[in-house]
C-alpha cells in the first residue's frame, strides 16, 4: 500500500487494478489543500505505471468526499482549484478508465470528484449535491463543466441553483449514476469491474474512450475525423489479432462485463 499526504490518501493495487481511498472519515473524506495534492500525485502515479490499467476511487469508512475541507476554506481562500491548477486532482482527464465506487456523501467538491471519473458505481446510500451552496462556496472542481455534459443543463441547473439532494436512484435514472451495487458493496463491484475492463485490449479501448470525450462540442465531421486518427494506433497493434482470434473461433459467444 502506498501513503499520501501523511496518510490522508492510500492506494492499493491488485493485478493490473489500482484503488485509491480517501482516508479521512473523521470528515466524511473532505479534502484540504495537502489531500488534494495528494490525491492528484496518487493519480499521476497511477497514470505513469504501465502495469496499472484500470483505477478506482473510493472513500473511507463508508463515505465518498464531502468536497473541500470548510474548515481550511475559512482560514484560507487560496484555496486549490482542483479543475483549474495544473497540481489540482481533477485537472487533467487521464489516457486510462477511472470508476468511481460512491457509498455516503459525494457533495460539493466530492460531486466533482466523482464527476471526473469515467463511471460511478453507488450503492444506495449515495448522495450527490452541491451543499456548498449554503456556505456561498463556487464550484472549481470542474462541475460547472462535467455535470451539464454529463445530465444535461436543466438538471444540472437545478443541482447547481438549488443545492439539493440527489439521491442514488435519481441519480441512476439521470445518468449521474452508471450502476447500482448492493448496500456496501459499491468498492467491490467497482473493482471486480474494473479487473474485467483490464483484460480488454486497451490500446482500442483508450482510443476510443479519447475520441468520447474530444467529441463533445466539435462539428461532426471535425469529431469524425479525430475518431479516425485515433483508431490508427488500435488497427495498427491490435485489430488484425484480434479479428484472427475471432476468424478462429474464438470468443463468439463471450461475455462482456455486466
Excluded at 18 to 36: C, G, H, K, S, Y
Excluded at 126 to 148: K, Q
Aim: net charge negative; hydrophobic share 45%; proline share 4%.
Amino acid at each position: 500500500m502506498a501513503s499520501y499526504a501523511d496518510g490522508k490518501i492510500l492506494s492499493e493495487s491488485s493485478g493490473p487494478v489500482t484503488t485509491v481511498i480517501i482516508n479521512r472519515p473523521e470528515v466524511r473524506n473532505a479534502l484540504d489543500n495537502q489531500a488534494a495534492r495528494g490525491l492528484a500525485e496518487a493519480f499521476r502515479d497511477f497514470a505513469a505505471d504501465e502495469g496499472q490499467r484500470v483505477a478506482v476511487l473510493t472513500g473511507a469508512e463508508g463515505a465518498f468526499c464531502a468536497g473541500a475541507d470548510l474548515k481550511e476554506v475559512a482560514t484560507d481562500d487560496n484555496y486549490l482549484a482542483w479543475a483549474g491548477d495544473a497540481d489540482g486532482p481533477t485537472h487533467p482527464t487521464l489516457e486510462k478508465p477511472v470508476i468511481a465506487a460512491v457509498e455516503g456523501h459525494a457533495c460539493a467538491g466530492g460531486l466533482g470528484v466523482a464527476l471526473w471519473c469515467d463511471i460511478r458505481v453507488v450503492d444506495e446510500t449515495a448522495v450527490f449535491g452541491v451543499f456548498s451552496r449554503r456556505w456561498g462556496v463556487p464550484m472549481s472542481d470542474g462541475t460547472t463543466v462535467r455535470l451539464p455534459r454529463l445530465i444535461g443543463m436543466a438538471r444540472a441547473l437545478d443541482m447547481l441553483i438549488t443545492g439539493r439532494a440527489v439521491g442514488s436512484e435519481e441519480a441512476l435514472q439521470w445518468g449521474l449514476a452508471s450502476r447500482l451495487a448492493p448496500k456496501g458493496q459499491a468498492r467491490q463491484v467497482a473493482e471486480e469491474l474494473a479487473a474485467r475492463i483490464a483484460e480488454f485490449p486497451q490500446v482500442a479501448l483508450r482510443s476510443d474512450r479519447q475520441s468520447a470525450y474530444m467529441q463533445n462540442g466539435r462539428p461532426l465531421e471535425d469529431a469524425i475525423r479525430i475518431e479516425k486518427d485515433l483508431s490508427l494506433a488500435a488497427k495498427r497493434l491490435e485489430a488484425g489479432a484480434g479479428a484472427a482470434r475471432f476468424a478462429a473461433g474464438e470468443g463468439r459467444h463471450g461475455s462482456f462485463p455486466k
